[in-house]
């Protein structure tokens, strides 16, 4: 039992919005993250600075009441300092004054304290952990220079940082709830500014779906810059697509004709041939019936030649090839496809490689069509000539025939031009020849000299570094 096949289907990318749409979110995502990343250190810092200076009061007030009396500091704490420091509510005091030495006056005997050279005198701010819990504090010295004592009193004053915590929190949450909202509207905007900015694409998509299969005309519709470089591309791809198409229709149709031609010619001589009792005009039937066969095969083989030439122009890489070779694979084949009337072809090749960008089949055809061409139609002996000339390269075919009634090669290449007093020439020949020209965008080119007749292929030489294989 045959199984279905089943046809690959290629699977679908993201759209053009669902790309932009997910750019746009993550762009909005980071520039919100460090937003709320500089929101909570700007809060954090707004908050350290507001409870510092309420220490930083707190160490002053304490500072002005430290006495020396009969030879013996004296600290007398004002209850000022302790309400300007609850002002920082559900937060834990601390607080610590010790001489020089290093002996606690009052306070907490076991608090952290800095060293006096890393004390500014405006105050010095330091986080510790005290108590199990994390703890800011302000150090600050009172200079003494009495008799009895010298030298700097420390001064510490700290309270727990749960409120600069929640203040830091509070002002990152309003910020964020600002930014986000903010983040948000402009995510709207931006993708009705690119629904907008899109319509010019849905437009050409709505215009390719409703169009005939068999349009090709281009489109005219207005669109903005970026868009209308698509429809231009788009445009010159359809006439491209058009004229190959209206080519393939025109060779398919004029290959019907000759076909139905030449089979039509052949039909009628053999019946000619079947009434027949003269055996010397059976005889001439009998050339003709052989003629009209041999023009009937080598239309066949020329208009499958035509075909592979004109597919290789659409899909064939341009390669470094060395004409030389070119050249002996063309007279090998010609020369078996001629068989048993050997031809007498003369090869002249330089001894330098000939290195163009090509395609090898298309030159080795045409490179035998206008071996069969000279040898048809010309006269021996045939010279195949390859040369360099500044930078060209140019393969040409010479016989010492009339050659052919055109003077410019613009008129020579159309197809089935046939000699209708040489019934085994297709008409195909000079036409594939013209074909390749243009695929390698080279040009034929015609000389009528002493030397006899010529048609050459010049080609542009490959650029410097190319080698052929």
Same mark, same amino acid.
């Given at each position: 039992?045959?199984?279905?096949?089943?046809?690959?289907?290629?699977?679908?990318?993201?759209?053009?919005?669902?790309?932009?749409?997910?750019?746009?979110?993550?762009?909005?995502?980071?520039?919100?993250?460090?937003?709320?990343?500089? %929101?909570?250190?700007?809060?954090?810092?707004?908050?350290?600075?507001?409870?510092?200076?309420?220490?930083?009061? %707190?160490?002053?007030?304490? %500072?002005?009441?430290?006495?020396?009396?009969?030879? @013996?500091?004296?600290?007398?704490?004002?209850?000022?300092?302790?309400?300007?420091?609850?002002?920082?509510?559900?937060?834990?005091?601390?607080?610590?004054?010790?001489?020089?030495?290093?002996?606690?006056?009052?306070?907490? @005997?076991?608090?952290?304290?800095?060293?006096?050279?890393?004390?500014?005198?405006?105050?010095?701010?330091? @986080?510790?952990?005290?108590?199990?819990?994390?703890?800011?504090?302000?150090?600050?010295?009172?200079?003494?220079?009495?008799? %009895?004592?010298?030298?700097?009193?420390? $001064?510490?004053?700290?309270?727990?940082?749960?409120?600069?915590?929640?203040?830091?929190?509070?002002?990152?949450?309003?910020?964020?709830?600002?930014?986000?909202?903010?983040?948000?509207?402009?995510?709207?905007?931006?993708?009705?500014?690119?629904?907008?900015?899109?319509?010019?694409?849905?437009?050409?998509?709505?215009?390719?779906?409703?169009?005939?299969?068999?349009?090709?005309?281009?489109?005219?519709?207005?669109?903005?810059?970026?868009?209308?470089?698509?429809?231009?591309?788009?445009?010159?791809?359809?006439?491209?697509?058009?004229?190959?198409?209206?080519?393939?229709?025109?060779?398919?149709?004029?290959?019907?004709?000759?076909?139905?031609?030449?089979?039509?010619?052949?039909?009628?001589?053999?019946?000619?041939?079947?009434?027949?009792?003269?055996?010397?005009?059976?005889?001439?039937?009998?050339?003709? $019936?052989?003629?009209?066969? $041999?023009?009937?095969?080598?239309?066949?083989?020329?208009?499958?030649?035509?075909?592979?030439?004109?597919?290789?122009?659409?899909?064939?890489?341009?390669?470094?090839?060395?004409?030389?070779?070119?050249?002996?694979?063309?007279?090998?084949?010609?020369?078996?496809?001629?068989?048993?009337?050997?031809?007498?072809?003369?090869?002249?090749?330089? @001894?330098?490689?000939?290195?163009?960008?090509?395609?090898?089949?298309?030159?080795?055809?045409?490179?035998?069509?206008?071996?069969?061409?000279?040898?048809?139609?010309?006269?021996?002996?045939?010279?195949?000539?390859?040369?360099?000339?500044?930078?060209?390269?140019?393969?040409?075919?010479?016989?010492?025939?009339?050659?052919?009634?055109?003077?410019?090669?613009?008129?020579?290449?159309?197809?089935?031009?046939?000699?209708?007093?040489?019934?085994?020439?297709?008409?195909?020949?000079?036409?594939?020849?013209?074909?390749?020209?243009?695929?390698?965008?080279?040009?034929?080119?015609?000389?009528?000299?002493?030397?006899?007749?010529?048609?050459?292929?010049?080609?542009?030489?490959?650029?410097?570094?190319?080698?052929?294989?």
């Amino acid at each position: 039992m045959a199984h279905p096949v089943r046809q690959a289907v290629p699977g679908r990318s993201l759209s053009i919005a669902y790309r932009l749409t997910i750019s746009l979110t993550l762009v909005l995502t980071l520039a919100v993250g460090a937003t709320i990343y500089a %929101a909570y250190g700007y809060g954090r810092q707004a908050a350290n600075e507001a409870f510092d200076r309420l220490l930083q009061g %707190a160490a002053l007030q304490i %500072a002005e009441r430290i006495f020396v009396i009969e030879g @013996e500091v004296r600290v007398d704490i004002p209850v000022s300092a302790f309400e300007l420091l609850s002002l920082a509510k559900d937060e834990r005091v601390f607080y610590r004054v010790a001489q020089p030495d290093g002996a606690t006056l009052t306070g907490y @005997e076991d608090f952290p304290m800095p060293e006096a050279d890393t004390i500014p005198e405006g105050g010095f701010a330091y @986080e510790v952990d005290f108590g199990g819990e994390r703890v800011r504090a302000l150090a600050m010295l009172r200079r003494l220079a009495e008799r %009895a004592v010298s030298g700097d009193i420390y $001064i510490v004053v700290a309270h727990t940082t749960g409120s600069r915590e929640q203040l830091a929190r509070s002002m990152a949450t309003q910020a964020v709830a600002v930014i986000a909202g903010a983040g948000f509207a402009i995510l709207i905007l931006a993708l009705l500014a690119m629904r907008y900015a899109m319509r010019p694409l849905e437009r050409i998509q709505t215009a390719i779906l409703e169009r005939d299969p068999l349009d090709l005309s281009p489109f005219s519709m207005h669109a903005p810059d970026e868009v209308s470089a698509l429809v231009a591309s788009i445009n010159r791809f359809m006439g491209r697509l058009d004229r190959r198409v209206r080519a393939m229709q025109d060779y398919v149709a004029d290959s019907a004709h000759q076909i139905r031609t030449s089979i039509t010619a052949l039909r009628a001589h053999s019946e000619l041939a079947l009434d027949e009792d003269d055996p010397q005009r059976l005889k001439a039937l009998h050339r003709r $019936i052989r003629s009209r066969a $041999i023009g009937l095969n080598r239309l066949t083989d020329q208009l499958l030649s035509h075909a592979l030439v004109t597919h290789r122009a659409d899909t064939a890489r341009l390669e470094p090839l060395d004409l030389r070779r070119i050249a002996v694979g063309a007279e090998r084949d010609f020369v078996q496809i001629v068989g048993g009337r050997k031809p007498r072809i003369r090869l002249d090749l330089p @001894e330098e490689p000939v290195v163009v960008r090509g395609d090898a089949f298309s030159l080795r055809e045409a490179v035998k069509n206008l071996l069969n061409n000279a040898h048809a139609h010309g006269k021996p002996p045939i010279d195949l000539v390859v040369a360099l000339s500044d930078d060209r390269a140019r393969i040409a075919v010479t016989d010492q025939g009339e050659g052919l009634p055109a003077s410019d090669p613009a008129d020579i290449g159309h197809r089935f031009a046939i000699n209708p007093n040489k019934p085994e020439s297709a008409g195909l020949g000079l036409a594939i020849v013209r074909e390749v020209a243009e695929f390698h965008h080279g040009r034929i080119m015609l000389d009528r000299g002493d030397r006899g007749f010529t048609i050459s292929l010049d080609l542009p030489l490959a650029q410097e570094g190319a080698e052929a294989p």
